[in-house]
């Protein structure tokens, strides 16, 4: 928590030292009102009975309670302000930290997990601080100055007192105990709640498909009862609190009283007066005590949950990426449009074989070079390397003769058009969605992004929607075909106009004439940029410069589609699956 709370800002600390002031000021107050009450007992006591000397000393009790409640309300307003800039400023850097996480960090972690913690881990300590700001000041000074007020008083009323204390502290620290390892729990489950309302929102398509909408519902009651029981048994526990602050208060004034009245039928009569003066007095502060103890076991309500929360968002901002930013921008590069790999191995952070062993090649400029291979056979993870969503494990990767390593990373995806296998859709507009990317420019012209509409073959669809390149995208793209996603996605990376492209299986939900007439025209608009193309389609690949053949992790072929039709029988395999001898002949 306190690794937390030394980022809050000097402004906010002077807020701080402002509501730290008043709180005194306000315990003040609320100490002097016993003292006004001890007046008025002695004044209507006496023979004289003057009215008007009561009526003062109640004035004074009303502006004392008047000043509190102003003093509360600009503590109230103050403890806000702070807690909401902190939350404020915590959030932002839990989001700019997540954005420099490569995919690693991102599945350690959990989408749902990460969502949670910028959320309802940030609120709890919001809550912590505007509550605990107020509590943690008042409580202990309102409970040493009432101590110090009483002191001496009276030994039979100072030990009752101290008796009701032990009785709140020692039910505080046994709910600590059980409580506390529950509410990981409860955030762990929150995490999870999460996780199965998302996987339900994004797969609702699949879920009704196969009509599985009651075994995802058992799925999702089946966490919100754990977790509910979970809250319900912490909850309960803490509802204990209050009919025992109730009974000790209580018990309390009634004990005082009850010593009290012993203590002033023996007295004599000269005194009898002033003891019941101290028994009023001391009512007060004894409550005064006891309120005392009563905002501090809120606070141990909040607290646990909110050093729960902090541990987990100190985990995030700890979290060291495995992805380190370079320090060259590229300027030094001999080269342009290069991809080499240099005896690259590569396995998932969390995982015990290779997936990727000892590739080589050279990619120049200007080339389109294909990657094929059966499922599982590492495309996709070997063309993640070049934009380093994971570090290879041995070996070099070098783009412009520079090691990717080197590079810092906002020079290095400069230099690429990415296309996803799963074409990514934000709201807004096709125009937004096509400039989303642009590289070089503040802002991509009408002109460039129709044209790069045009060239990945999205013109003619795009302008029969109600408001053409202004027509609206729903986030993920679900009013729109999956071929249609992807031509959009191929479009941004055209507009961005990098040296280097990477299409990640792009072409799968064309059909195969808007495939071959995209794959045309995207030859003629690159045609000085590196073309880099994983597809399962032989098709597709056909007439790459270059195709890579991969299986088991190993390049096992590397020409054209005729050399590797002589020389490669896992290529040889996978186009007679899909083409007949004839046509691969014609091909």
Known sequence: MFKLLKKISSKDVFFMLICFGLIVFQV????????????ITRLVQTTTNNIGEILIQGGYMMLCALASLISAIIVGYFASKI?????????G??????????????????????????TNDVTQIEMFIAMGLQLIIRAPIMAIWAVTKIFNKNLEWSLLTGAGVVVLLTTVIILMIIVLPRFVKVQKLTDKVNDVTRENLTGIRVIRAFNAEKFEEDR????????????????KCFAIMQPIMNIVMHFLSLGIYFIGAFLIEAANMADKISLFSNMIVFTSYGMQVIMSFLMLAMIFMILPRAQVSARRINEILEEKPSIIDGSLDGSEAKETGTVEFKNVSFKYPDADEYLLKNISFKINKGDTVAFIGSTGSGKSSLINLIPRFYDATDGEILVDGINVKDYKLESLHNKIGYVPQKAVMFTGTVMDNVSYGYNGKEKASAREIKKAIEVAQGKEF????????????????????????????????????????????SFSALD???????????????????????????????NADKIIVLDKGECVGFGTHKDLLKS????????????????????
Not at 83 to 91: G, H, V, Y
Not at 221 to 233: G, I
Not at 568 to 587: G, M, R, T
Request: aromatic fraction near 10%.
């Open 568 to 587: 490669c029988d896992v290529y040889n395999e996978i186009a007679l699956s899909q083409l007949s001898k004839e046509e691969l002949e014609h091909a």
């Open 462 to 505: 795009v302008e029969k929607m109600d408001k053409k390149y202004e027509s609206h995208i729903a986030r993920g793209g679900t009013n729109i075909s999956g071929g249609q996603k992807q031509r959009i996605a191929i479009a941004r990376a055209i507009a961005r106009d990098p040296e280097i492209y990477i299409f990640d299986d």
């Open 83 to 91: 807690a909401a800039d902190f939350s404020f400023n915590l959030r």
């Open 512 to 542: 195969y004439k808007t495939d071959a007439i995209l794959r045309k025209e995207l030859k003629k608009y690159t045609k000085n940029a590196t073309c880099l193309i994983v597809a399962q389609r032989i098709g597709t690949i056909i």
């Open 220 to 235: 999702f009651e089946d966490v919100n009862n754990t977790l509910t029981r979970t809250q319900m048994f912490n909850q």
């Open 93 to 118: 850097r839990i989001f700019r930290k997540v954005e420099k996480f490569s995919m690693a960090e991102i599945k350690k972690y959990q989408t749902s997990s990460l969502i949670t913690r910028t």
């Open 28 to 39: 003040w107050l609320e100490l002097k009102l016993p003292d006004y009450m001890s007046n």
